[in-house]
């Protein structure tokens, strides 16, 4: 049980890049980018391919983050400069991916059993906390900058950011970009941590990233973009232990993963409406009773009065 904990909280870390890259096109950008599926695999292939073939775990991961923000770049240019939807940009560049994907690849997978990745010498849970601050800090910093708050702005009001002079395409492109940057950067070191690549890894990685975002913020609330990504890298973390525990549960089994995050997405999506309403009843429960207070003490004011 412990270590399937342990295991939880280290792939939660791993993940935690993907739930970042989500939280930049899902909250910020509030881009439907599903090009997350192909450039998560994208990342894991390019790492594992470099690898392979003797180049440094370094190169091959910086290589895969790279990758990963080309992949970006082009849906950013099909919806801003190809003027296609958003939705279906992403669409279109994940299935193109998938042919790239096992063109990198050469085969179905990669295996790196025996190889010297990134990941070999560290301790996990030791380790990739910090790294993962690290990021968060960084990307903290970047969303404070003027660039940043552009970001930021194309994402709430793109009309009225262009009517001070920004050019909501580079940002656009940019924010998506930096996304799926973080996103192939995650690919890449699950892969390194799994020890192969698979050209189907990245299956469902949306609905992950999504899982991890709205969890986060259901959990531990989202009033600034510090708290906002710091709820995103710990809501990673809770929905690896749920997963895990729900695995754990009798007749579960294995194949039921994809079933367990559509519930898990499905109860944080209802987790701020239920919430809602349990206070809208407390707080009409609460002025009814101070109606009736007040009732019952006009009524017995009224009786003292026709006393006197």
Known sequence: MMNSMLGAVESGLLYAFMA??????????????????????????IAAVMITNGYSPWLATLCALLGGALAGMCTGLLHTKGKINGLLSGILMMIALYSINLRILGKPNVSLMGEETLLSPINLLLVMPFVVIAVKILMDLFLRTDLGLALRATGDNARMIRSFGVNTDTTTILGISLSNGLVALSGALIAQDSAFADSSMGIGMIVLGLASVIIGEAIFGARSVFRATLAVVLGSIVYRIVVALALRAPGMEASDLKLITAIIVIIALLFPSIQRYVKQKSMARKRSAELAEQAIARKRGGAADAKA
Request: glycine share 16%.
């Open 20 to 45: 970042l890259g989500v939280y930049i096109t899902f909250r910020i950008l509030d881009f439907p980018d599903l090009t997350v599926d192909g450039s998560f695999t994208t990342g894991g292939a």
